[in-house]
C-alpha cells in the first residue's frame, strides 16, 4: 500500500518501485496506490517537494498485463484544507490491483 507519496520521489524511481513490487507479490496479493497527478500544478505547499507527478492514466497502464487484475480505478480532483495552508485542489488517481498470474 502506498497512499500519497510516490509524487514526491522522481518518476523514474516510483516507476522502478511499482515494477520491483509487482514482480515480488505474491499471486492473490493487492496493490493499492493512490499518487497525485498532472491534471491540476501540485499546490503551493508541497511543490517544491514533488518531483513526479503521474500523467492520467500512466499509473493504470503499469498494471494492464496478463498478471493482473485491476479491482478499482479512479481519477478525481478534490478539495484540501490543512492548519495554516489555505485552502486547495489535489488531482489524485487510486488503483488497487490483484495478481493473478
Same mark, same amino acid.
Given at each position: 500500500m502506498?497512499? #500519497?507519496? +510516490? $509524487? ?6 516510483? &516507476?522502478?518501485?511499482i /515494477? ?7 499471486? #492473490?496479493? +493487492? $496493490? ?6 498532472? &491534471?491540476?500544478?501540485? /499546490? ?7 518531483? #513526479?507527478?503521474a500523467?492520467e ?8 498485463d496478463?498478471?493482473?487484475e485491476i479491482?478499482?480505478?479512479?481519477a478525481?480532483?478534490?478539495n ?6 489555505e ?5 489524485s488517481?487510486?488503483i488497487?490491483?490483484?495478481?493473478m498470474?
Amino acid at each position: 500500500m502506498s497512499h #500519497g507519496v +510516490l $509524487h514526491f520521489v522522481d518518476k523514474e524511481k516510483w &516507476k522502478e518501485f511499482i /515494477s520491483k513490487a509487482k514482480y515480488g507479490t505474491n499471486i #492473490g496479493g +493487492l $496493490h493499492i496506490i493512490q499518487i497525485f497527478t498532472n &491534471k491540476v500544478p501540485a /499546490s503551493y505547499d508541497i511543490a517544491p517537494y514533488v518531483k #513526479g507527478l503521474a500523467a492520467e492514466g500512466e499509473l493504470e497502464s503499469m498494471y494492464q498485463d496478463k498478471n493482473w487484475e485491476i479491482i478499482q480505478s479512479k481519477a478525481y480532483i478534490f478539495n484540501d484544507e490543512h492548519p495554516g495552508v489555505e485552502k486547495h485542489v489535489h488531482a489524485s488517481y487510486r488503483i488497487v490491483a490483484r495478481k493473478m498470474k
